[in-house]
């Protein structure tokens, strides 16, 4: 399950940690591995330095449809993606191939259970499917 962080403390909590991973289109932060166990939390910081209020969201409707895509598959922990003034116009597939890559690297990725495949499903669903071939 997935939750969102709400309050100012729980992003500054996030940034104290002093973990993160810079990308061109976003920085990511991430939180301590919490005492009591917890679903992945997420929370969007869209500054005005990156734009108008028009950019600012379309950069957190960019930034929150990858986290929905990605952050399941991440260890329980808090998130915060942090716009960057390239997130508007950034292509939507590098900002996934980034996040995926910003997980990996930082070593929370949720790594695959036997049970999950023996069932064949991947539970990490990180890797995009092949598109569907387009008749000509």
Do not use: C
């Not at 950069?59 to 915060?80: F, N, Q, S, T, W």
């Not at 790594?111 to 991947?122: C, I, K, L």
């Amino acid at each position: 399950m997935l939750k969102k962080l709400r309050k100012r403390s729980e992003f500054l909590a996030v940034a104290a940690t002093g973990v993160r991973w810079v990308s061109p289109a976003f920085i990511l932060q991430i939180g301590e591995p919490p005492s009591a166990p917890h679903p992945v939390r997420y929370g969007l910081t869209a500054t005005r330095k990156i734009g108008n209020a028009v950019t600012r969201n379309r950069a957190k409707r960019r930034l929150r449809a990858l986290a929905v895509e990605i952050m399941p598959h991440a260890l329980p922990r808090d998130y915060v993606l942090v716009a960057r003034a390239s997130t508007p116009t950034y292509p939507f597939d590098s900002i996934r191939q980034d996040l995926r890559k910003a997980l990996k690297r930082m070593k929370v990725e949720r790594v695959m259970s036997r049970a999950d495949s023996a069932s064949g499903s991947s539970g990490l669903a990180l890797d995009a499917p092949n598109p569907p071939a387009i008749p000509e």
